[in-house]
């Protein structure tokens, strides 16, 4: 089994960063915040991928944006729960934070989003692209920037979600809700959809969860098999999808 420090190399060297990247990309977080302990030195980063040491709240949190997976995942992999991380006045700081919520509020009208052409439908993966390249409305560009939610695309081949999540949509994901939810749904429609990160690309789907087990389950209709993938290793929830929006009309690559 992958040790925390070897977790935490693997997610950096997926996106073929250095430690000397990490540190650059943190420093830049610490600048932005006017708070050095979001720093990260190649040092320090030597440590904690060999095991000796465990990130601190600020350090989880750098990781968490440098390194594109949910906070909670890094609180995960070093055995560390949320309660145990941060202090009393953190947390309802953090809860204030997560207690937002995604509104159109702001626009007197309904809108489409009009993409620049070198924008990608080919796989289902996180938005890369600034809003203004995905066309998006001002007044929801300012929502987004909030920074607890992320834009996702849905593949064009991309039918695990079926009607409700057509393939080469874009969809809103609020991070805070990065946990599976268990209800008395009364229809499809009501149970929650969650955008995860896994070791063979992203999904879109449902989710159930198992002890340290995600199962990841498609709409009935879709030619999508279930996939089951051991938690944090090798799938994280990025977060719950609270916003479609379904394509006009996409051209299909070749």
Known sequence: MTSPGGWLRERREELHLSRSGVERLTSASASEAANER???????????????????IFEAASLSECYKVPYLAVL????MKVGESRSTSESASISHELSKQWSFSDTDRPFSLTFQSNI????????TESAEELGVP???????????FRLGIIGVNDDTMGELVPAGS????????????????KSIRERPIYFVWHENGFSCSWCCMARETLYIVPYPTSHQPVMIFKTPRAATII????????????????
């Open 38 to 56: 979001y720093r990260i030195r190649r040092g320090r980063l030597a440590d904690l991928e060999e095991d000796r040491g465990a990130p601190d």
């Open 120 to 127: 990608s439908f080919a796989t289902t993966r996180l938005v």
């Open 138 to 148: 001002a007044a929801v560009h300012r929502q987004l920037d909030l920074g607890q």
């Open 76 to 79: 995960q992999a070093f055995g």
């Open 170 to 185: 874009v969809v809103v994901i609020d991070k805070s809700h990065n946990t599976v939810e268990i209800g008395n749904w």
């Open 239 to 254: 977060g719950r999808v609270i916003h479609v929006w379904p394509p006009l009309i996409i051209q299909r690559p070749g």
